[in-house]
């Protein structure tokens, strides 16, 4: 089975718009911390998609925002989704509660010691080194297990970014 999304990460004076997913059962974003987004519905473009899903989620209306990149997710669990990657730098409009988790603004120097997906670690130091757009596929092993990485079809040497307890590498 396969699924469109996008994600968006909004910047702001040193920070990202940060979504942690505690609301939802049985959700497998669940206690993470990720990015504004979600799923297409029927007949939507990437920015559409965008728009629309960062205007529900924190009543925010963009005003700038860069396609960074496509990121396939293979879930382990049979399902694999493509996420379309943007960031934002341009919004205007009034904070709203979000549904799905608390919104926080935090420091990017901090983002990496959040309870964020192994392979969001490797966009987010993509997304921070400025790299052009690029595809990146992260394979997972049904559960939080990152098994295997490819940056625009090349595969990644995972020993490269993380420890061998599976920690960052600073």
Known sequence: MAA?????????????????????KNDVNHDKWIGIGGHFEADESPEECLLREVKEETGYTLTSWKFRGIV?????????????????DGFEGEPISCDEG??????????????????????????????????????????????????????????????PDGSWKA
């Open 4 to 24: 469109l999304s996008t994600l968006c990460h909004l910047r702001k004076d040193g920070k990202y718009l940060m979504l942690h997913r505690t609301v939802k």
């Open 72 to 88: 396939t997710f293979i879930s382990g669990n049979g399902v694999t989704e493509y996420m379309h990657l943007f960031d934002a």
């Open 102 to 163: 608390q919104l926080e603004w935090v420091d990017i120097d901090k983002i990496m010691s959040l309870n964020i997906w192994a392979g969001d670690k490797i966009f987010f130091k993509l997304l921070h080194e400025g790299a052009p757009f690029f595809s990146l596929k992260l394979v997972y092993d049904g559960k939080d297990g990152l098994v295997s990485a490819a940056l625009d079809g090349r595969p990644l040497d995972l020993s490269l970014y993380f420890n």
